[in-house]
C-alpha cells in the first residue's frame, strides 16, 4: 500500500515522486523506458547538446569576424552524437540518485490501471490511496500517404530517431516549422545538410511574435535553410515529399490548373515533389492517454487531455494529472511546476498552479524567448495594450559579442493597469534573459516598477529595462 502512485518518469513524475518522498510519503514510480521521460531521453536535454556543438562549430569557422581564424575546423557528428549520449547517461543516473535519496520505489515495466486506487505493472498488482498521472505526450502521425512506410524504414523519423541519426543526411525534409522541427533544422543545417521545412502556416514558429518569426526566418535564410509556407503535406514516397497548398481556396480559385477541366483529380496540378533523403515528421505533440486503463477511472477528458483544476486534479478525486498529458503547456518546467502543486495539495498545503507565466524558448541560434501575451492574442482577446520594440544593438554587451544585429525585444503593457503582460525577445542570451521577465509579469509589475530594478551592466539583460521605459 503506497501513499502515491505515479505513472510515468519524467520531468512531472520524478519531480513529483522526489517532492512527496521528501515529504515522507510511501511513492511508488512507474517508468516504461527510462527515468526522465522524452525531455530528458530524446527532447530537450539531447537537441541542446547537438545545438551546442552546432553553434561552436559556427562560431569556429566565423570567427575571423571577431579576429579569431581557426583552420581544418570540422563537425564530426558521431562524436556529437556520442557525448549527447554520456550527457543523457550521466543525467538519467542523477535521477536515480534523487529517487533513491528520497526513498522513492521505482519499478520499470508497463502499467495498467485497474481502478482508481490500484495499479498493475508486469504481473504485480500495486495499490494507492493517490494516483498522479504523467505519462507524458507522443508525436502526432498524420494519415499521410506513405508515411506508415516511411517510419518502417527509416526514410521518415521522429525526433526520437532524429537525435539518433548516425549519418548527415545531404537533404532534409522537415515537416512542421514548430520548436522540434526548428532546433532540428538549425543543427542539421550547421552540420551539413540542405534542409527545406514545410509548414502549413504562413509562418514559423507557430504562436511566436510574428515579428520575431520573420526575423527567424531570414536568419535562417542566411544558413541556406528553405521555407514552403502554406503547404501541406499529401504524400511520401521513397525519395521526397509531395505537398500542396494548404488553404483549400487556392485550389477553388484555380480550377483549370487544379485540373478540374482534364480529368485530373482537384489539386493534381498545384502539387510539387521536395526530394530528400531523410523526413523529419515534427507537426507536434498529442497527450498519451491511451493503452494504459485510463477509462477504468472515469477521469475526464477533453479534445484528447485530461482535464485538470487548479490544483492539478481530475474529476476523480484521488487521481491527479501533470505535465504533457493534461495538454496545458508541452513543456518540462510547466510539469516541474505543476508536479509541486499537486504534491503540496496532496500534502495539505495551499497552493494553485498559475499559467500567466510560463515562458517559452526555441534554442536555435539566434535563440528565441517569449512569455505572456503576444499582440495578436491580446487582440484578439479585446485587451487595450501598448508595446514597446527596441533593436538589441542598444545593449552594448549584445554588439560586443554579436554580428548578427537584427535582434530585437518587445514589451507589451496593459493599457489600463500600465503592468507587463508580455515580452518576447530574439538574440544571445535570450533563454537566460527571459526569467526576469516571468518574474514582472507573475508579480503584475507596472512599468514604473521596472523603472525602480537596477540591471547589471552591460548585460543584454537590460533590453527589458529599457523596452519597458520606452513606455
Not at 273 to 290: E, Q
Amino acid at each position: 500500500m503506497y501513499d502515491l502512485i505515479i505513472i510515468g518518469g519524467g520531468p512531472g513524475g520524478y519531480m513529483a515522486a522526489e517532492r512527496a518522498g521528501h515529504a515522507g510519503l510511501g511513492v511508488l514510480l512507474i517508468e516504461k523506458r527510462a527515468l526522465g521521460g522524452v525531455c530528458l531521453n530524446e527532447g530537450c536535454i539531447p537537441s541542446k547538446t547537438l545545438l551546442n556543438s552546432a553553434k561552436i562549430y559556427d562560431y569556429a569557422i566565423h570567427g575571423e569576424a571577431y579576429g579569431v581564424t581557426a583552420s581544418g575546423v570540422s563537425l564530426d557528428h558521431r562524436a556529437v552524437v556520442a557525448r549527447k549520449n554520456k550527457v543523457v547517461n550521466t543525467l538519467v543516473g542523477g535521477v536515480k540518485s534523487l529517487m533513491k535519496a528520497n526513498k522513492v520505489t521505482v519499478v520499470y515495466g508497463e502499467a495498467y490501471i485497474v481502478d482508481s486506487s490500484h495499479v498493475k505493472v508486469n504481473d504485480d498488482i500495486y495499490e494507492g490511496s493517490r494516483l498522479i498521472i504523467a505519462t507524458g505526450s507522443a508525436p502526432i502521425i498524420p494519415p499521410i500517404d506513405g508515411v506508415a512506410e516511411g517510419l518502417k524504414n527509416g526514410f521518415v523519423l521522429t525526433s526520437r530517431e532524429m537525435l539518433d541519426l548516425e549519418e548527415i543526411p545531404a537533404r532534409l525534409a522537415v515537416i512542421g516549422g514548430g520548436v522540434v522541427g526548428l532546433e532540428m533544422a538549425s543543427y542539421y543545417s550547421s552540420a551539413g545538410s540542405k534542409v527545406t521545412v514545410v509548414e502549413m502556416l504562413d509562418r514559423i514558429g507557430g504562436t511566436i511574435d510574428r515579428e520575431i518569426s520573420e526575423i527567424l526566418k531570414k536568419s535562417y535564410a542566411k544558413k541556406g535553410v528553405e521555407f514552403i509556407l502554406g503547404a501541406r503535406v499529401t504524400e511520401i514516397t521513397g525519395t521526397g515529399v509531395t505537398y500542396g497548398p494548404a488553404d483549400a481556396s487556392i485550389i477553388k480559385a484555380n480550377p483549370t490548373a487544379c485540373g478540374e477541366t482534364g480529368g485530373s483529380s482537384p489539386g493534381a496540378l498545384l502539387k510539387e515533389t521536395l526530394g530528400c533523403d531523410k523526413v523529419l515528421l515534427s507537426i507536434g505533440r498529442r497527450p498519451v492517454t491511451a493503452g494504459f486503463g485510463l477509462e477504468n477511472t472515469g477521469v475526464a477528458l477533453e479534445r484528447g487531455a485530461i482535464i485538470t483544476d487548479r490544483n492539478c486534479l481530475t474529476s476523480v478525486p484521488n487521481i491527479y494529472a501533470v505535465g504533457d498529458v493534461n495538454g496545458k503547456y508541452m513543456l518540462a518546467h510547466a510539469a516541474y511546476r505543476e508536479a509541486e502543486v499537486a504534491v503540496n495539495h496532496i500534502l495539505g498545503k495551499r497552493d494553485i498552479m498559475r499559467y500567466c507565466a510560463i515562458p517559452s524558448v526555441v534554442y536555435t541560434s539566434p535563440e528565441v524567448a517569449c512569455i505572456g501575451e503576444t499582440e495578436e492574442g491580446a487582440n484578439a482577446k479585446g485587451l487595450e495594450i501598448e508595446s514597446a520594440t527596441l533593436p538589441m544593438v542598444y545593449s552594448g554587451r549584445y554588439i560586443a559579442e554579436n554580428t548578427v544585429t537584427d535582434g530585437i525585444c518587445k514589451v507589451l503593457v496593459d493599457k489600463a493597469r500600465r503592468n507587463i503582460i508580455g515580452v518576447h525577445m530574439i538574440g544571445g542570451y535570450a533563454s537566460e534573459i527571459i526569467l526576469s521577465a516571468c518574474i514582472m509579469i507573475e508579480m503584475q509589475m507596472r512599468v514604473d516598477d521596472v523603472r525602480e530594478i537596477v540591471f547589471p551592466h552591460p548585460t543584454v539583460g537590460e533590453m527589458i529595462r529599457e523596452s519597458a521605459l520606452k513606455l
